[in-house]
């Protein structure tokens, strides 16, 4: 199992896992779970970030509209309402995320997690 921040349930590291959607290193996890989706922070550029998942899901589509950057398990092409019933990675930049949870103020990269199926 990945290295998950100790505050995340064990039984939903596990679904996380077994999706096959692996954590960015060094992301820590700030709250979700299953019916609302999973958010990490990190330090580290957005890009950066957003590059790291596509390395690592080389199969899954990026879907870059209304300002959004979403990872996502399905076929090219697909619309918002197809996209949103996809397993899913979003990675934006969130300059509010450190004081919405008391973290360091340079973790504005937000990484959060979608298991739908």
Known sequence: MAAYA?????????????????LFSGATFVQGNKG??????SSTPTEEVQEWYRQQLPKWQVF???GGWILYDG?????????????QISVKR???????HSLD??????IVIMIVK
């Open 94 to 100: 969130n300059d509010n995320l450190p004081q919405w």
């Open 6 to 22: 100790a505050s995340i349930p064990p039984s939903d590291a596990k679904l996380i896992d077994s999706a096959g959607v692996p």
């Open 64 to 66: 870059n509209q209304y």
């Open 105 to 110: 103020k340079n973790m504005t990269t937000e």
């Open 75 to 87: 076929a090219p092409g697909k619309g918002m309402g197809e996209v949103m019933f996809r397993n």
């Open 36 to 41: 609302v989706g999973f958010r990490f922070a």
